[in-house]
């Protein structure tokens, strides 16, 4: 079984507050990260720090509640308490939500976060996605970014953007190809 | 594809950062709360709905 899920059924049987308190922190240690990329990607950096507290306290008082067996499940719970909570910020248009931070601090990050440097053809491949997701429309850089970088599939963001499915699937196919010949 | 190799070295570099403390401290706070309404809802008696009685028969009309 997954290392979320069997924490995640821990603390839903653990009575006692110190123990809660360990393993919800072993809990987020482990998710802060992604939701934190979701959140500061969903809204405007201004108020993005402050969704993010809501979201993780909202997601640790339901904690407890969560009856799934499998990280997907675990994951799609999380996203849709975090999309709850930036229901608000939703109403922005797509046009007015930026990436998380600037492509290069986005490169610097990730070669900070190496044991090894990068080789010449990663780099190459990390500036050709960082490209692609600039020179895209904001309206596609964000749809690029929800499917490829933070992992939604089409039927969830079909959910989250009111659309249909098939629409989700084709846009993302087209802002794709339109960004690829865009860098070209 | 490249988008995909982008994603997976990037939340790798997020995962390695450390959690903020003030997120964890949100987190803790959170499960607090959450602890001290199950107290509270432990505690309160619940209500016993009273028990029916039985209502006395209308005597039948004199004739």
Known sequence: ?184 | MVLHEFSVAYRAALAKQRTPEQSLDTVKDAVRDQYEQEQQTKQTPTVEPESPTKQPEPSEPEP
């Open chain 1, 1 to 184: 079984m997954d290392e979320i899920i069997k924490l995640v059924r821990t603390y839903r049987f653990a009575d006692a507050i110190d123990e809660r308190i360990r393993l919800a922190e072993e809990i987020f240690r482990r998710i802060e990260p992604d939701l934190r990329l979701f959140v500061y990607s969903s809204v405007s950096r201004d108020v993005a720090e402050d969704a993010l507290q809501e979201t993780l306290a909202a997601v640790a008082k339901s904690l407890k509640k969560f009856e799934g067996d499998t990280p997907k499940e675990f994951w799609a719970w999380c996203y849709r308490i975090a999309r709850n909570k930036l229901s608000d910020h939703y109403r922005q248009k797509a046009a007015e939500r930026t990436l998380p931070m600037p492509p290069e601090e986005m490169l610097r990050l990730i070669e900070a976060a190496q044991d090894t440097p990068l080789s010449p053809q990663t780099r190459l491949d990390l500036e050709y996605a960082m490209k692609l997701l600039t020179a895209s429309k904001p309206e596609c850089c964000d749809l690029l970014w929800r499917h490829f970088v933070i992992g939604l599939d089409y039927a969830e963001i079909a959910e989250e953007q009111d659309l249909k499915y098939d629409n989700v699937r084709m846009k993302i196919g087209r802002c794709l190809e339109e960004a690829k010949s865009l860098v070209a």
